[in-house]
């Protein structure tokens, strides 16, 4: 009996898989694709995680992860590798079928002994989808009989046992437990396979056929039954699901474009990161709202959104091919099996409707249509507004008014760092750059936002740590060079009280969070980051009377952003921001007009590592 580690939650699931994944899969992912045995060892050291248990009742020792919770999962495999998550995919596909099955006996029989790691079973059902009738059952005392030719069986000298597929005479179908192995029955009934297809891409998963002559099938290894039109049915219900496969074999490719251009640090191997990345985060977040919600989305939706998961999955695969030049010919160069594995994950439950769709795709723009979204990351301006201890006020002085000058206007005087602003090096560097040095160019960057709501809630001072940047690049990815980072602290609700906000002790010390000296170092050094931004009035934090984080990120033409507002609206990644401040001559920063744009796919022009300014 394998011994199974028990992880109460998906997360902590998911940090020991990843692990696993790094250290035993990553390093031997050409191999596993190859290598039967080594990919069923690697499947076995993955079962002792309690990885493949995910759908399994509890009742049965299982977890029951939810549909989004297993399909990050299956995502999280597939980047690592398409082998190993192809096969662990089948295997949960005859779980489910065991799962939803009436027959008691066949449950207490498998899923104790799958839970306990002594019993893997495959599916051979795809066949049902064929206009034309491989495999019938005839119905007899006792059971059915079964003839005819499975066409694909993934798990040979793996999986124990198979559920098998056969159309009764009215157009239904019977699904039964047969022997993934050779077998003859005493009542001359045959069981035979082929030997493993010559595939292209993941051999290792020993696909075979198998020949069913005269086989009875007992009542008892009945899984269920199912009425006429049911496959159809099914695929378009579970139409979405085979997306999470692509969108790990996506994130794959997108491994191997920034591995690229770090060797190389061409940008337009980051524009191109930095686009895919936030297109594949756009349709990510479709395809799971259009599981969480089923029946807000149609099947024609949905059917554009696998289509477009496929078609997105192939031009990041691509373009892992393209940046890796000459390189990816080699057979066992890391684009050259990510670019075979997209190959299957493409037809993965193909059908008419997805071919389709398919196809309908590759004939017009590759491009989706996305619907963009554009927030206002600027407070308003007024005289009430939080102000930096001893900053100029802000006032409004009238000037003309419509009666007597037939126009409105006002004086406005208000400090360089008031309102939401930008501060430059001239701020702390006598010879820095000033404001009116930027150029227009470096104003428009790809941006992340990180979330720390919660921390904040428990400890107004709390300084993001490098720690809170790794949990949030394993659920988001690394974050892409040149970037800005954006830190939602929820700080801004509390713009229009301005003593919370500055929320000044009784000895006048400051108590808001901020960046910590450390996380600023790891993203310059790191990350190479080219700005960041903050909800409240400094990214140093309200305890750091010295500004020692403005100081270090504005030791080079950078960007800070404080005071901003509606972080909560923004994605983690996907977000474009516009900076607009005021071109002040030897400006040390300026109040701003700020926008964020979330889900238009345009240029990052912000992709340089320095501003040449």
Not at 27 to 40: K, S
Not at 372 to 392: G, K, R, Y
Request: glycine share 8%; charged share 15%.
């Amino acid at each position: 009996m394998i011994q199974i580690m028990i992880i109460s939650k998906p997360e902590i699931l998911f940090s020991r898989v990843t692990d696993f994944l790094q250290a035993e899969v990553f390093p031997y992912a050409n191999q596993l694709d190859t290598d039967a045995g080594l990919l069923l060892q690697t499947l076995k050291k993955l079962l002792k995680l309690g990885a493949l248990r995910l759908k399994i009742p509890k009742k049965f020792g299982g977890w029951e992860f939810d549909d989004i919770n297993y399909g990050r999962f299956q995502s999280l495999v597939a980047s690592y590798s398409g082998a190993l998550a192809f096969l662990q995919t089948q295997h949960q596909s005859a779980v489910a079928m065991l799962v939803k099955s009436d027959n008691c006996h066949l449950q207490r029989q498998y899923l104790p002994r799958i839970v306990d790691g002594e019993v893997l079973v495959g599916v051979g059902f795809s066949h049902l989808r064929r206009s034309q009738v491989t495999v019938k059952a005839k119905s007899v005392n006792g059971g059915y009989v079964l003839d005819g030719v499975v066409p694909w069986i993934t798990g040979w000298g793996m999986f124990s046992d198979f559920i098998v597929a056969a159309t009764l005479r009215d157009g239904s179908a019977v699904f039964g437990i047969v022997p993934l192995e050779n077998t003859q029955q005493r009542k001359g009934g045959s069981l035979q396979f082929n030997d493993p297809a010559d595939l292209m891409a993941m051999p290792a998963t020993n696909t075979v056929s198998a020949t069913l002559s005269n086989w009875f099938l007992s009542q008892d290894q009945v899984v269920f039954t199912q009425p006429p039109g049911w496959i159809g049915k099914n695929d378009q219900k579970n139409v979405l699901k085979a997306t999470f496969l692509m969108m790990g074999c996506a994130q794959a490719g997108l491994r191997v474009i920034a591995d690229k251009y770090q060797q190389n640090q061409l940008d337009i191997i980051h524009t191109a990161h930095s686009q895919l990345q936030q297109e594949l985060h756009q349709c990510g977040q479709k395809i799971e709202q259009a599981i969480i919600h089923p029946k807000s989305f149609s099947y024609p939706q949905k059917l554009e959104m696998r289509s477009w998961a496929i078609n997105l999955m192939h031009r990041i695969t691509q373009a892992a091919i393209a940046v890796s030049s000459g390189a990816a010919n080699y057979y066992h160069h890391p684009a050259q099996r990510i670019y075979r594995e997209a190959l299957v994950f493409s037809v993965t439950g193909q059908t008419e409707d997805i071919t389709a769709a398919t196809l309908a795709r590759l004939t017009k723009s590759p491009i989706p249509e996305t619907q963009s979204q554009i927030i206002h990351l600027s407070h308003v301006i007024n005289t009430n507004m939080p102000q930096w201890p001893d900053d100029p006020a802000t006032k409004f002085t009238s000037f003309a008014d419509i009666e007597q000058q037939g126009y409105f206007l006002r004086e406005l005087c208000i400090g360089e760092h008031s309102a939401t602003h930008m501060n430059v090096p001239r701020s702390f560097y006598p010879d820095g750059t000033s404001i009116d040095k930027y150029p227009a160019a470096k104003l428009v960057l790809a941006a992340v936002t990180i979330d720390i709501r919660r921390l904040v809630e428990q400890n107004p001072d709390y300084l993001l740590t490098v720690a809170d940047i790794q949990a949030w690049e394993h659920q988001h990815g690394i974050i892409p060079p040149h970037s800005l980072v954006l830190l939602n602290t929820g700080w801004s609700q509390k713009w229009h009280n301005p003593t919370e906000f500055m929320n000044a002790d009784e000895h006048g010390k400051m108590h808001f969070p901020g960046f910590s000296l450390a996380v600023s170092q790891f993203l310059l050094e790191q990350r190479h980051i080219n700005g960041v931004g903050i909800d409240t009035h400094g990214v140093d934090g309200g305890s750091n009377t010295d500004f020692s984080v403005n100081r270090l990120i504005l030791s080079q033409p950078r960007i800070v952003l404080e005071n901003l507002t509606n972080l909560d609206q923004l994605p983690p990644v996907g977000t474009t921001v516009v900076i607009a401040p005021l071109r002040l001559r030897g400006g040390s920063g300026s109040p701003l007009g700020i926008v964020a744009i979330v889900g238009a796919n345009i240029p990052d022009p912000g992709i340089v590592a320095t501003l040449n300014v």
